[in-house]
T-cell receptor, first 113, second 112 residues
Framework: ETGVTQSPTHLIKTRGQQVTLRCSSQ?????VSWYQQALGQGPQFIFQ???????GRGNFPPRFSGLQFPNYSSELNVNALELDDSALYLC????????????FGQGTRLTVV | GESVGLHLPTLSVQEGDNSIINCAYS??????FIWYKQESGKGPQFIID?????DKRQGQRVTVLLNKTVKHLSLQIAATQPGDSAVYFC???????????FGQGTILTVHP
């Protein structure tokens, strides 16, 4: 086990709704990165939070937003859900902002109907 | 553009054989690479990493080779076991922040 925990493990939302996913980083890690993994594909980088600030963003629209808290846990928020947002959402924690030895959680499986 | 890709999407081996999974990357500025193993329904599991100032790195039953001349990365698994069956991803990191770019993945199936 990596020590990175995500919640919930599964959820189903309706198109247009909003969702919040949570991630607790491994002890001692100050960086959390979020990824979206569609079925049969590799994870795609959404954004990274380092010391409570967004520190890089992938090619995702502004309706994907996040937060990092003083204890380095993090949230991913997605507004106005679309069917294509259905995916496995992964968070990875690491020490420092280079994602060296980044460890992933089990993911949250989001289904939008 | 930047991309990390895999030559073989599937690989089937017999238990006890050695496995080699390949990965090509296009961005010569990439300076850090990681191999991950992902089992069904789970998040990617860190296997081994290598920096661009190295050619080879060994772990427990695994070896990663980096050829910067041809921008090629490989993961060698010795004495492959059924528990090694999974999807394997290579990922690259470059730049001032920790964006990992993942390849498509290779499905490794180990037959008893």
């Amino acid at each position: 086990e990596t020590g990175v925990t995500q919640s919930p493990t599964h959820l189903i939302k309706t198109r247009g709704q909003q969702v919040t996913l949570r991630c607790s980083s491994q002890s001692g890690h100050n960086t959390v990165s979020w990824y979206q993994q569609a079925l049969g594909q590799g994870p795609q980088f959404i954004f990274q939070y380092y010391r409570e600030e967004e520190n890089g963003r992938g090619n995702f629209p502004p309706r994907f937003s996040g937060l990092q808290f003083p204890n380095y846990s993090s949230e991913l928020n997605v507004n106005a859900l679309e069917l294509d947002d259905s995916a496995l959402y992964l968070c990875a924690s690491s020490l420092g902002d280079r994602n060296t030895e980044a460890f992933f959680g089990q993911g949250t499986r989001l289904t939008v109907v | 553009g930047e991309s990390v890709g895999l030559h073989l999407p599937t690989l089937s081996v017999q238990e006890g054989d050695n496995s080699i999974i390949n990965c090509a990357y296009s961005n010569s500025a990439s300076d850090y690479f990681i191999w991950y193993k992902q089992e069904s329904g789970k998040g990617p599991q860190f296997i081994i990493d290598i920096r661009s100032n190295m050619d080879k790195r060994q772990g427990q039953r695994v070896t990663v080779l980096l050829n910067k001349t041809v921008k090629h990365l490989s993961l060698q698994i010795a004495a492959t076991q059924p528990g090694d069956s999974a999807v394997y991803f290579c990922a690259e990191n470059k730049g001032s922040y920790g964006k990992l770019t993942f390849g498509q993945g290779t499905i490794l199936t180990v037959h008893p």
